[in-house]
């Protein structure tokens, strides 16, 4: 059955038009968690670099068994408004319905009940299902931004002037959203986090509040892997990473203790130790500070010295990831930063990102732009 899923769902893929949701960024082709922090960092940057006084509100919002909540009858009519055809909304529509469930302990097993509601856990189908639910769930002012990859959902605020209400009145319409679409938001989970370089100014946020519950603020907030703090510091991240990083050397130890060969070694730490370094590399390396960097260095020369190899350091890295990053994007017309990447009249360079703080300048696009211009 699972197989049959696969082809039911890139036949969906390959038949959706390219402009549908363009920042959901799950379940798309040329698409990953670092696409959406970058455009969520992106956005937020760009918007303190215009003005003094502006300041960024991100509403990480949590959803309660976001999968369990789908209303088939909603999702096909949301299918057909895509323009998928008519046979395919009424399997989808079959598939979902009647679905008899029970649990299993040994030779024990419960009654059977038929649900109607939801997509099956585990079900290949199941994300791609519930990224087309949500589809039309999109921000109504030009001064906010929602930013989805999977159920894992951001509202952006830019606020200038101290004037809030657009952002407030997002939060409720997508409260009202919620409710019209059987999903339940979970407030305990759900975390604001404010975003405000300007150390003169004294603010009074107001707070946000959904079915009569005020939003915790937090200073930091692990998003897709990656610790977000409100000074847009990378510190909290690199150390957390750093400490991860140091607990698998101690495995490495251990199996270079059992005279495996250096290769043998290497492509363990490439496994299990790099990848946690470089995850989503592109969108922090860049500002975080010499220190942050110097730590992280150490676990590699650390592993170095185990493996008795030469391995990447994280500056090199970072840069061929930015530039590989950067080809992808601009090869595709539909990504939603594609438009920052804009050729100058010689057709061999790409015209950089003005900027005004070093936090931007440093960020992942204009670096990326530097990146592909240099390796021209």
């Known amino acids: 059955m699972k197989c049959f899923e696969k082809l039911v769902r890139d036949f969906i893929t390959s038949s959706l038009p390219a402009s549908t949701d363009p920042l959901q960024f799950?379940?798309?082709?040329?698409?990953?968690?670092?696409?959406?922090?970058?455009?969520?960092?992106?956005?937020?940057?760009?918007?303190?670099?215009?003005g003094?006084?502006?300041?960024?509100?991100?509403?990480?919002?949590?959803?309660?068994?976001?999968?369990?909540?789908?209303?088939?009858?909603?999702?096909?009519?949301k299918l057909g408004d895509l323009r998928l055809h008519t046979s395919l909304c009424d399997w989808i529509s079959n598939f979902l319905t009647d679905?008899?469930?029970?649990?299993?302990?040994?030779?024990?097993?419960?009654?059977?009940?038929?649900?109607?509601?939801?997509?099956?856990?585990?079900?290949?189908l199941s994300p791609l299902l519930y990224s087309l639910y949500t589809y039309d769930c999109t921000a109504?002012?030009?001064?906010?931004?929602?930013?989805?990859?999977?159920?894992?959902?951001?509202?952006?605020?830019?606020?200038?002037?101290?004037?809030?209400r657009a952002y407030l009145e997002e939060i409720k319409h997508l409260e009202n959203w919620c409710q019209e679409n059987n999903l339940l938001l979970n407030v305990s989970k759900t975390k604001e986090l404010i975003v405000d370089c300007s150390k003169?100014?004294?603010?009074?946020?107001?707070?946000?509040?959904?079915?009569?519950?005020?939003?915790?603020?937090?200073?930091?907030f692990r998003y897709l892997g990656v610790h977000i703090s409100q000074d847009l510091s990378w510190s909290r991240h690199t150390s957390s990473l750093a400490k991860k990083a140091r607990q698998r050397l101690y495995h490495?130890?251990?199996?270079?203790?059992?005279?495996?060969?250096?290769?043998?070694?290497?492509?363990?730490?490439?496994?299990?130790i790099e990848s946690i370094l470089t995850g989503n590399i592109t969108v922090w390396f860049g500002n975080s500070t010499k220190q942050d960097r110097q730590a992280l260095q150490r676990v590699v020369r650390s592993a170095e010295r185990i493996t008795h190899s030469e391995l990447p350091d994280l500056q090199t890295t970072y840069?061929?990831?930015?530039?590989?990053?950067?080809?992808?994007?601009?090869?595709?017309?539909?990504?939603?930063?594609?438009?920052?990447?804009?050729?100058?009249?010689?057709?061999?360079?790409?015209?950089?990102?003005?900027?005004?703080t070093e936090r931007l300048k440093r960020s992942f696009f204009p670096q990326a732009i530097r990146a592909l211009n240099q390796g021209n």
Not at 39 to 48: C, D, G, M
């Open 200 to 220: 003169k100014q004294e603010r009074h946020y107001q707070p946000v509040r959904i079915s009569e519950t005020t939003v915790e603020r937090v200073d930091s």
């Open 52 to 77: 003094r006084g502006n300041y960024v509100k991100m509403l990480f919002v949590d959803y309660s068994s976001a999968f369990n909540t789908i209303i088939p009858s909603l999702l096909t009519t």
């Open 99 to 124: 679905r008899p469930q029970s649990v299993r302990v040994g030779n024990c097993a419960s009654s059977t009940l038929t649900l109607s509601t939801g997509a099956p856990q585990g079900c290949v």
């Open 319 to 356: 840069y061929k990831r930015c530039q590989t990053k950067a080809r992808k994007i601009v090869k595709d017309p539909t990504h939603p930063n594609n438009r920052l990447f804009s050729l100058l009249r010689s057709g061999r360079r790409f015209r950089s990102l003005k900027a005004k």
């Open 140 to 164: 109504t002012s030009s001064s906010n931004t929602i930013v989805k990859f999977a159920d894992d959902t951001v509202v952006v605020g830019l606020i200038s002037d101290n004037d809030e």
């Open 26 to 50: 799950a379940y798309r082709h040329n698409r990953s968690t670092d696409d959406a922090i970058a455009h969520l960092l992106h956005t937020t940057l760009t918007h303190l670099d215009e």
């Open 252 to 272: 490495l130890r251990r199996l270079r203790d059992f005279r495996l060969p250096s290769k043998v070694l290497r492509n363990l730490y490439t496994c299990t």
